[in-house]
């Protein structure tokens, strides 16, 4: 840490008009469930609207943040009262796991060092073994109050809008479908037991869909505040989880400091770290090396590891005619280990243990797709799909030994393949939840590349991918400075409630309603407050129409009160409505009749 | 004009490594049909990649630009080739059609006055029906040589990769193509025998998908060398068509300006002028009124005329209980009308005249959607639908006049809706070529409704619309500056092209395999240059690794040497290649040996 540099804050406080409310549980009464309240103009005579809210305490006014602390660590006990697992004194910090930073460039250690919890003899301690043995935890009705967006149940069928492709996506979310959802693999909640400062989520078809950002430090000076403000500010516009994806020096360090200060489940890559411990030379890996930092991770409390376990020596010739080879890191790492060695992948080979780490901390998986198509040319090719078979063989594994399994998904694919990529997803994944990047839809945007695949992950999403991997303006360019992640997790929270919309989620909609409805009404500052980036929203109207009196204009700063279609139509429904008992009218005319014919215009065209 | 503000210039110059060159027609070897061609750095030996430009004169560095000269009339002469037009005195400009603007506040007329041809004796002089009557006039050639990019016919089937839904793309646009599928409807190009100065284009489902920018003055003091930027820059970026939505003072002047002065075909929705000419009271208007602006914007040389005659005064109380109403403002200004005199709109009445004025100057139809949803909740409602199939009768009146005819669409419209409204249009109107506005795929993003619609757009593209009208992030908010003209058509090529990938249009993918070539083989510079923005992009790359070395690193920006999965894929190649007859091998795979397995691996896990 380079303590020249300005400490950066914390960004904190609510969102524009919102407020955050907590909702108790039935079967854990204690459970406070986050959601965000936005009022309304009182002249709308509506009550507020309820949206998802993973930002955690940094948006409630009440809460005292000091990063040094972290944060309230809501699930402590959780685990414990299950009585399946131990403290111990856990792994020593070595040298490597900070890349030998000393002195001045070291990051400090987070102030409060806990020590781990973990399965005893042997057993999973996973949310899937709970669900399997008929147990509904504490994150299990956690979540499915969540979902539901403090929605009671509705005591009829709802009027349900949608498809989605053969998904179950119920009325109302209860603790027993959460169960059965995560029992079955459908779902995961990613919690590691040593992480309680996370509000649990879930991801699964049947639920909202989620969107990840990554972060990461980009320089040997990156400071720990500066790593917790790029979660929080991510977690602010709507991330639902992180992938911290640091290289270099530090890097235990500072995770210690985002998981300790993480409301939302924080993901890595191992092999990431790793290749840090053997210099960066791929052919030094081992297993030892990765097990260790397995475990050095889980006791910290990452919520889920992407594992390249699927790029197996023979699939790589499948590589060789690419336009743009294996474009994922973890993936050529795996990929040159096996070629040097000429043997097939330690991933691979160590599987079984592998979940034997994940069962004793409820790790979750996230199965690398580390052979994803990194070009259009590429797309739903034989080595993809290979991979994609061993993911599935993966899962049973997985399953088998209770632990929680995502599949990475690509990367770059045209329109017409990503159905195909989807379908072919959940048959071998036997509906494993499925977790893309993107995908772009065409190669030849490079600083739009968030548009080119927003495009991908709605359409991947509506088809049934459980969670979004968000892409910045800077992919393949640059680094992502903090408007590049704002862009980027807003573009694709827009993705995931497009595809939320399109699958007929029964809450997506109201959102979209109570902003349409305020446009109507000219309640601009409704608008404002209901958009996803309300300070965006009400910088572009002020461009225009910057006076404060605007703000209640009855027409758009567009046109003009001359111009106004929304003007005019208010004007058009109070005269119709005076004049002719309209919606009576309207009726009569859907039953067939041509109401309004005037006997003057009857064939005088 | 306020003769105190800045006079804009007019951006010209090429884009970065790009040439414009010219290909000659072979049944009219005047044509000089124009492309841009990007050149590739030695190192790939690669030929340039053609693309499509839509950007004029204003890119070649050999024109000589003046805006008080106009463009160069290109098509001068090929009307009064075929016989069947006169040069007349034309119309009078009357103080209205410049909303009674004098003095220091009219913008100078444009320099150069033309007298205006039409048709004689009642002729239809369109390209429709010359197609019918088996006649491959010079703009039909011209937009064969056009759609191709360049490519010769190949002497066998080309290996297609898409999904066209039903649609028929040729591996090889050949002019008797164009003529076809301009005779039967399917496809218009735009060409007010009056505006000589553009470059023949084509809007058809089996053709390259298009774009259109709108623009407009945005105030009594916008000068014309701004609106004239205007048109120059969204072409720039790759508007195919422009609409020009000027309200206020000046409007016919301006026109002027931007007619003469576009390589593109321009549209207007002459009832905002109409409604300027009755002081902006909805219900003064009258036939009489809008056939005046009619003929006058006919003989400027207007391309296209969005008009709503499908609002019709039945269908206004299907309008009742939406959520927003009306939004068109055309369709705003019609049902308010037709409430008022409680009478069927004079649009619809007066179609048959219409068709004659249009027929006259080979005026295209967009036939607007008045009733679009301009909401989520009112997609692919009663009055949408309603009005669609009054679309479709007027496309079959217009037919049988010989009038070219494309269809507007919304607007709003869920992922899940998309490909419904698609069909129907498809079904109702024959294969008339559908433009639509986005269609934004959520409400509530403002600020980002590029994004929500260029989802929907690339998807209704895939599905068979034919040109996308572009939506910029002011959407909903402001008035568009130049930057978000810029951002907006970028969006939009995205989109199309995202679509065209889709279709299986077999250039398209020409542009991305280039780009990702270099992408993969570190030709930083021919990255920039494929792309959409080369300037961004290489503004994006700079702000990461700003110094010139880094232009021919061979890593990504992102990740430095030793995490670049590209680097490594090129070292896994090379070393494959070299150890083991890497090709051979995978074709081995291919059929099916498990070639890698070692010995000791096996059963290992």
Redo the contacts between chains.
């Keep these: 840490m380079n303590k020249h540099a300005p400490v950066p804050t914390i960004t904190t406080g609510p969102l524009p008009a919102s407020r955050k409310v907590h909702h108790p549980g039935r079967i854990h009464p204690d459970l406070q469930v986050p959601m965000r309240e936005i009022d309304l103009h009182p002249s709308a005579m509506e009550p507020p609207v309820t949206v998802y809210d993973p930002s955690g305490p940094y948006t409630d006014p009440d809460a005292a943040i000091d990063i040094a602390q972290g944060l309230p660590r809501l699930r402590e006990g959780w685990a414990e009262a299950r009585g399946d697992v131990e403290r111990y004194a856990g792994r020593v910090v070595k040298p490597e796991d900070n890349g030998f930073a000393t002195g001045e460039r070291l990051t400090p250690a987070f102030p409060r060092q806990y020590r781990p919890l973990r399965a005893t003899g042997g057993r999973a301690v996973t949310q899937m073994a709970y669900a399997r043995a008929g147990i509904i935890t504490p994150e299990m009705e956690f979540v499915a109050i969540r979902e539901n967006l403090g929605r009671r149940a509705a005591k009829e069928q709802l009027l349900r809008d949608?498809?989605d492709w053969g998904a179950a996506i119920p009325d109302h979310v209860t603790p027993e479908f959460v169960r059965a959802e995560v029992a079955s693999g459908r779902a995961i909640i990613p919690a590691n037991i040593n992480h309680p400062e996370i509000e649990p989520m879930i991801i699964g078809r049947n639920f909202l869909v989620k969107i990840n950002a990554n972060i990461g430090n980009s320089a040997v000076t990156s400071s720990m505040e500066e790593e917790v403000e790029k979660l929080v500010w991510a977690n602010r516009w709507g991330a639902d989880t992180v992938m911290d994806l640091s290289?270099g020096r530090n890097i235990h360090n500072i995770r210690d400091w985002i998981i300790r200060n993480s409301p939302v489940p924080i993901g890595t890559v191992p092999i990431?770290q790793a290749?840090e411990k053997v210099g960066?030379v791929?052919e030094d890996l081992s297993w030892e090396v990765f097990r260790d930092t397995l475990v050095e991770q889980a006791e910290q409390g990452v919520d889920y590891f992407t594992i390249h376990a699927g790029v197996?020596?023979?699939y790589?010739?499948?590589?060789?005619?690419r336009?743009?080879?294996?474009?994922?890191?973890g993936?050529?790492?795996m990929?040159?280990w096996c070629?040097?060695h000429?043997?097939?992948s330690f991933l691979?080979?160590?599987?079984?243990e592998i979940c034997d780490i994940m069962r004793a901390y409820d790790v979750s998986f996230s199965l690398g797709d580390g052979l994803r198509p990194?070009?259009?040319?590429d797309a739903n090719d034989?080595a993809q799909f290979a991979e994609l078979e061993t993911l599935g063989e993966l899962t049973q594994i997985a399953w088998q030994k209770d632990c929680q399994v995502m599949i990475e998904g690509p990367g770059h694919v045209?329109?017409?393949k990503i159905k195909e990529n989807m379908d072919k997803q959940l048959a071998t994944c036997e509906g494993a939840p499925f977790y893309t990047l993107g995908p772009l839809?065409?190669?030849?945007?490079?600083?739009?590349d968030?548009?080119?695949s927003?495009?991908g992950a709605?359409?991947i999403g509506?088809f049934g991918t459980a969670m979004l991997c968000y892409v910045t303006?800077?992919e393949?360019?640059?680094?992502p400075?903090r408007d590049d992640v704002k862009t980027g997790v807003?573009?694709y929270?827009?993705?995931a409630?497009?595809?939320d919309?399109?699958?007929?989620h029964p809450a997506a909609?109201i959102?979209?309603?109570a902003?349409?409805?305020a446009?109507?009404e000219f309640r601009w500052e409704d608008?404002?407050n209901?958009?996803?980036?309300p300070d965006?929203?009400r910088s572009?109207?002020d461009?225009?129409?910057p006076k404060e009196a605007h703000k209640l204009a009855h027409f758009?700063?567009?046109?003009?009160p001359?111009?106004?279609?929304?003007k005019?139509?208010?004007?058009?429904?109070a005269?119709?409505?005076a004049?002719q008992g309209?919606?009576e009218?309207?009726q009569k005319?859907?039953a067939g009749g041509?109401?309004?014919?005037?006997a003057?215009?009857a064939g005088?065209?």
């Excluded at 001359?562 to 929304?566: E, L, P, T, V």
Aim: hydrophobic share 40%; charged share 20%.
């Design positions: 949608g498809h290289t990431y290749l960066g791929a197996r020596l023979p790589i010739p499948l590589t060789a005619n336009v743009t080879g294996i474009v994922s890191r993936g050529s790492i990929a040159k070629l040097h000429h043997r097939e691979y080979e160590h599987f079984d990194g070009s259009i040319a034989a045209p329109m017409h839809t065409t190669d030849i945007a490079p600083g739009y968030h548009i080119t927003a495009i709605a359409m509506w303006p800077k393949h360019l640059g680094l400075d807003i573009t929270k827009i993705a409630h497009a595809a919309l399109a699958k007929g909609k959102r979209d309603d902003l349409s409805r446009r109507f608008q404002f209901l958009s996803l980036d965006t929203a572009f109207h461009q225009t129409l758009c700063s567009m046109c003009g001359k111009f106004c279609s929304m005019i139509s208010h004007d058009i429904r005269e119709a409505r004049q309209m919606e009218m309207a005319y859907r041509d109401l309004y014919m005037p003057d215009a005088d065209d």
